[in-house]
């Protein structure tokens, strides 16, 4: 596709329940984002994958937040038992790879986020 | 530490009028920083990037953003605003971390232009 999709673009759950969200970065991106927005702030880093495994984690609020990402396509971001706080706006990015390396210097490309409500 | 602070959380401008945001950064070493913007329903989208090269930054749009180490500044400027440039803007900080760059955001500041 010609951009990052992420599906669905809105979710209304109750406490307490399992959900999953989606995000398809551009085809030959390796590197994958993860960030929540929560109304009226900026972007909080959740976790990063390159391929599919992830380095980075350290973003992840609780035990109750997962991801996992197959080969260098998609990736499911799973909250278990929600909560009223986890309600927000999830957003996925992808990145090209220099090789031999990482540069500061790629570009995170945006989908348009997945707004999570929790009653 | 990487760190950004928008110093206005609401700006303000009547169409036709300059805009300036805000935005202060604290680094290391010498940062990448950039400029996003989020219209409503949309995704983010990059307005422009600084990586040491000159220190005044154009962008899309007409925005340009200008580093002043001495003041560690990179505020967003632009000579005369459109209505369809009412947004929320992100000022970015990027650091490379294990290997990764690592966008570090602001809060944001959210631009109302008024005809």
């Known amino acids: 596709g010609a951009g990052v999709s992420q599906s669905p673009s809105n979710k209304v759950t109750e406490k307490g329940k399992d959900v999953e969200l989606r995000c398809d970065p551009i085809?030959?991106?390796?590197?994958l984002y993860w960030y929540r927005q929560r109304l009226g702030q900026g972007l909080e880093f959740l976790i990063y994958?390159?391929?599919?495994?992830?380095?980075?984690k350290s973003g992840l609020p609780s035990d109750r937040f997962s991801a996992e990402r197959t080969g260098e396509s998609v990736s499911t971001l799973t909250i278990q038992r929600t909560q009223q706080e986890d309600s927000a706006v999830y957003l996925c990015?992808?990145?090209?790879?220099?090789?031999?390396?990482?540069?500061?210097?790629?570009?995170?490309?945006f989908g348009p986020g997945t707004r999570l409500t929790v009653l | 530490a990487q760190s950004v602070t928008q110093l206005d959380s609401h700006v303000s401008v009547s169409e036709g009028t300059p805009v300036l945001l805000r935005c202060n950064y604290s680094?290391?070493?010498?940062?990448?920083l950039f400029w996003y913007v989020q219209h409503p329903n949309k995704g983010l989208q990059l307005l422009l990037k600084?990586?040491?090269?000159?220190?005044l930054v154009k962008g899309i749009n007409g925005f340009e953003a200008e580093f002043k180490k001495s003041e560690t500044s990179f505020h967003l400027t632009k000579p005369s605003a459109h209505m369809s440039d009412a947004a929320e803007y992100f000022c970015?900080?990027?650091?490379?971390?294990?290997?990764?760059?690592?966008?570090?955001f602001g809060a944001g500041t959210r631009l109302a232009v008024h005809p």
């Open positions: 990015a992808s990145s090209f790879t220099t090789s031999g390396g990482f540069s500061s210097y790629n570009e995170q490309f």
């Open positions: 085809s030959g991106h390796t590197a």
């Open positions: 994958f390159q391929g599919n495994s992830a380095p980075d």
């Open positions: 680094s290391s070493y010498s940062p990448s």
């Open positions: 600084y990586t040491s090269a000159a220190t």
């Open positions: 970015v900080v990027s650091r490379v971390s294990g290997g990764y760059n690592k966008l570090i």
